[in-house]
Structure formats: C-alpha cells, structure tokens
C-alpha cells in the first residue's frame, strides 16, 4: 500500500501545470516564517542587486508585456 506522502504526490503531480505551480508556491511559503521587516529587508536588498546589475550592463530587462505574456501562458 502507497503511503500517504506518495499518494499526495501522486495526485499532485496529476494537476493542471497552473494548480501545481500554486501548490509549490503555498508549499514553499508554507517553509519559511519571516517577519515583514525581514520580507522588505529582502526585497530591499533584492531590488539594490538588481539595480546593480542594469547599472553595470550584466543584466538584460525583459519588457513588462513579454513578461505578463509569458506569466499568463504559464498560468493555463
């Protein structure tokens, strides 16, 4: 008999792409326990890496509607 953890995966891995991608965001969030000053402590520091790397040309920018396009696919 299958246990309870491979019957989750199981069925998890019979969804739709878009259910799994959701399932792996709550299951990730779910991991981590952060404070809000730690959360925009990060996107701070994530936002000054960016900046950095467009600033020193190591970086390319993606043009937002490609980006919504790609997310929308991603979402069917």
């Known amino acids: 008999m299958a246990s ?13 792409r878009s259910a799994r991608a959701r399932l792996v965001e709550k299951l990730l969030l779910s991991l981590e326990v952060h404070t809000e000053a730690e959360i925009e402590q990060r996107w701070a520091e994530e936002a000054a ?28």
Do not use: H, N, W, Y
């Not at 960016?50 to 979402?75: H, K, N, W």
């Open 4 to 16: 309870k953890l491979e019957e989750i995966e199981s069925a998890a891995l019979r969804l739709e």
């Open 49 to 76: 890496r960016r900046a950095r790397e467009m600033d020193a040309g190591t970086a390319v920018g993606i043009p937002s509607e490609q980006v919504f396009e790609s997310a929308r696919a991603l979402l069917k």
